[in-house]
T-cell receptor, first 111, second 110 residues
Framework: GQQVMQIPQYQHVQEGEDFTTYCNSS?????IQWYKQRPGGHPVFLIQ???SGEVKKQKRLTFQFGEAKKNSSLHITATQTTDVGTYFC???????????WGLGTSLAVNP | DGGITQSPKYLFRKEGQNVTLSCEQN?????MYWYRQDPGQGLRLIYY???????QKGDIAEGYSVSREKKESFPLTVTSAQKNPTAFYLC?????????FGPGTRLLVL
């Protein structure tokens, strides 16, 4: 079945450093979503990318969808302790009714 | 105040016991989902329902059962057939292509 690979699994940074997580698929994606889960919390929707080469920004977060629509990245500029959590990418299965989730990247930020 | 509620927050199960996790939403969403989350394994789909009185198995349905008698409610029963039930269980509903999650229930086996 369709899978999405997410790397790295863990990332530990100093506050103020940048952070990037990547999602890769062997098949062309119709769209990709990103969610954030704080420690002890539940996933919260961040954004959906649909167009080839699309770039969207939310304050210090930059989301990018690859030209071939097979990969995506989430980049955080100048991390803060509030960025701590696990970031998941998720893609729709063929019938658009289910999401296939990456394993997530857990971000730890040293103050 | 609209949202998704799950109860209880923590649940303890004895060997051989069935337990039911509650999920209620007042968002008027048709589709609802149950996921299981284990450390390092992301979210795995247990069951989902697109409409009242209809539901489908997800990737790890064995040992679980659901019902969808009301639009607002999608309870999950963890049966004694589920041999490794200790996990964080998340319920979600969908509007458009976005899923909205409840706070989750942590199930522990005594």
């Amino acid at each position: 079945g369709q899978q999405v690979m997410q790397i790295p699994q863990y990332q530990h940074v100093q506050e103020g450093e940048d952070f990037t997580t990547y999602c890769n698929s062997s098949t062309t994606l119709s769209n990709i979503q990103w969610y954030k889960q704080r420690p002890g919390g539940h996933p919260v929707f961040l954004i959906q990318l649909v167009k080839s080469g699309e770039v969207k920004k939310q304050k210090r977060l930059t989301f990018q969808f690859g030209e071939a629509k097979k990969n995506s990245s989430l980049h955080i500029t100048a991390t803060q302790t509030t960025d701590v959590g696990t970031y998941f990418c998720a893609v729709h299965a063929g019938n658009n009714r289910k999401l296939i989730w990456g394993l997530g990247t857990s971000l730890a930020v040293n103050p | 105040d609209g949202g998704i509620t799950q109860s209880p927050k923590y649940l303890f199960r004895k060997e051989g016991q069935n337990v039911t996790l509650s999920c209620e939403q007042n968002l008027n969403h048709d589709a609802m989902y149950w996921y299981r989350q284990d450390p390092g394994q992301g979210l795995r789909l247990i069951y989902y329902s697109q409409i009242v009185n209809d539901f489908q198995k997800g990737d790890i349905a064995e040992g679980y059962s659901v019902s969808r008698e009301k639009k607002e409610s999608f309870p999950l029963t963890v049966t004694s057939a589920q041999k490794n039930p200790t996990a964080f269980y998340l319920c979600a509903s969908r509007r458009g292509e976005t899923q909205y999650f409840g706070p989750g229930t942590r199930l522990l086996v005594l």
